[in-house]
């Protein structure tokens, strides 16, 4: 693979972690630094320049401050010594989808499977055992076809789609609702080669602990990394108490971002999932759980060219990527984001 530039990635870090800079400042910066051919490590602007790039240089003057440097050049030690990669703007391995998501990301593990073709296999945390069954074989048997299954990391379906994947001597991403520097390897999960076969993601800085927001956030990062969506179970997309299913709004962000939703025939199930339906009934595919995966590999085959999914539906960049949310007492945990 393409090797990265480590000042590239220090100065892109910097930026990132430099207070009063967000996802929207970041993305301007990255247009800008492309529309004028400049190298983000270029710290100082001649008066000409200055005036073409406004806003580039008003952070420059504004907002990098030198008392910063040192704390900000430890994380960043601390994060070569831990294995773990920052994907910036322009940086010669960087899926495009993802970074309109959100605009740095961190990660660790097998690097090439940023840009392999990956399916995301969705569900509850408290799923049946027909559900993990399923989740399973679909995973499986996506990995024998050689797609890399992605999913969030968390209790359920998540789980048992990686699980699916390794055992099959597949691939997997976990893409993670918290910062990366929280990863922990589950028990069930030790005995894999990470390094060869599991890729760790998350568009968190890397201290951040679980919060819902952040998790409701990262499923639009998930749909990014793949070429479509499986949901095994989900619940309807509010409870009784008015909270959200992150499953449901999973489903939802793949039909909004036009990646092709697959869910699985609520009747399959002893107890019809009100959400399967819900999603099927706002234009999701049906898939028969008996196929395990064989619509969902017809449906790439027929897409030779796949092309990754939309993710233009915000144009104005409201990313969660900083750290100082307050956790949303509408979002539930009831869902596929809690690891």
Same mark, same amino acid.
């Given at each position: 693979?393409?090797?990265?530039?480590?000042?590239?990635?220090?100065?892109?870090?910097?930026?990132?972690?430099?207070?009063?800079?967000?996802?929207?400042?970041?993305?301007?910066?990255?247009?800008?630094?492309?529309?004028?051919?400049?190298?983000?490590?270029?710290?100082?602007?001649?008066?000409?320049?200055?005036?073409?790039?406004?806003?580039?240089?008003?952070?420059?003057?504004?907002?990098?401050?030198?008392?910063?440097?040192?704390?900000?050049?430890?994380?960043?030690?601390?994060?070569?010594?831990?294995?773990?990669?920052?994907?910036?703007?322009?940086?010669?391995?960087?899926?495009?989808?993802?970074?309109?998501?959100?605009?740095?990301?961190?990660?660790?593990?097998?690097?090439?499977?940023?840009?392999?073709?990956?399916?995301?296999?969705?569900?509850?945390?408290?799923?049946?055992?027909?559900?993990?069954?399923?989740?399973?074989?679909?995973?499986?048997?996506?990995?024998?076809?050689?797609?890399?299954?992605? $999913?969030?990391? =968390?209790?359920? &379906?998540? !789980?048992?789609?990686?699980?699916?994947?390794?055992?099959?001597?597949?691939? #997997? *991403?976990?893409?993670?609702?918290?910062?990366?520097?929280?990863?922990?390897?589950?028990?069930?999960?030790?005995?894999?080669?990470?390094?060869?076969?599991?890729?760790?993601?998350?568009?968190?800085?890397?201290?951040?602990?679980?919060?819902?927001?952040?998790?409701?956030?990262?499923?639009?990062?998930?749909?990014?990394?793949?070429?479509?969506?499986?949901?095994?179970?989900?619940?309807?997309?509010?409870?009784?108490?008015?909270?959200?299913?992150?499953?449901?709004?999973?489903?939802?962000?793949?039909?909004?971002?036009?990646?092709?939703?697959?869910?699985?025939?609520?009747?399959?199930?002893?107890?019809?999932?009100?959400?399967?339906?819900?999603?099927?009934?706002?234009?999701?595919?049906?898939?028969?759980? $008996?196929?395990? =995966?064989?619509? &969902?590999? !017809?449906?790439?085959?027929?897409?030779?060219?796949?092309?990754?999914?939309? #993710? *233009?539906?915000?144009?104005?960049?409201?990313?969660?990527?900083?750290?100082?949310?307050?956790?949303?007492?509408?979002?539930?945990?009831?869902?596929?984001?809690?690891?």
């Amino acid at each position: 693979m393409s090797v990265a530039d480590p000042d590239r990635a220090k100065t892109w870090f910097r930026l990132f972690r430099t207070r009063g800079i967000g996802p929207k400042s970041l993305f301007m910066i990255a247009e800008q630094l492309e529309t004028y051919q400049l190298q983000s490590e270029n710290r100082s602007l001649n008066q000409k320049e200055s005036s073409e790039v406004p806003g580039w240089a008003q952070i420059v003057d504004d907002q990098i401050r030198v008392e910063d440097d040192e704390r900000i050049s430890a994380e960043y030690e601390k994060l070569e010594e831990a294995g773990i990669n920052i994907i910036y703007p322009g940086h010669p391995d960087a899926p495009s989808p993802p970074l309109e998501v959100s605009p740095i990301l961190f990660i660790k593990g097998q690097r090439k499977l940023l840009t392999s073709d990956g399916v995301a296999i969705v569900g509850s945390r408290n799923v049946s055992d027909k559900g993990i069954q399923v989740a399973k074989k679909v995973a499986a048997e996506l990995a024998g076809e050689g797609v890399n299954v992605v $999913s969030g990391y =968390a209790k359920g &379906v998540d !789980s048992a789609a990686h699980l699916g994947a390794l055992e099959s001597e597949g691939t #997997t *991403t976990m893409a993670l609702p918290y910062g990366i520097n929280e990863l922990r390897r589950k028990r069930e999960f030790r005995d894999f080669n990470w390094e060869r076969d599991v890729l760790a993601i998350s568009q968190f800085s890397p201290e951040t602990k679980w919060l819902a927001r952040n998790a409701m956030a990262r499923n639009k990062l998930i749909c990014a990394l793949s070429k479509a969506v499986v949901v095994i179970e989900s619940g309807a997309e509010r409870d009784g108490k008015g909270k959200m299913s992150g499953t449901f709004d999973t489903g939802k962000t793949a039909i909004k971002m036009k990646c092709p939703l697959f869910v699985a025939d609520p009747e399959y199930f002893n107890e019809p999932p009100k959400g399967n339906a819900d999603l099927i009934e706002l234009g999701g595919r049906k898939l028969d759980p $008996s196929h395990g =995966a064989r619509d &969902v590999v !017809s449906h790439l085959e027929k897409k030779k060219s796949m092309k990754s999914c939309d #993710t *233009t539906i915000n144009p104005n960049h409201e990313m969660y990527v900083q750290t100082d949310f307050l956790s949303d007492p509408h979002v539930s945990t009831e869902n596929n984001t809690i690891a």
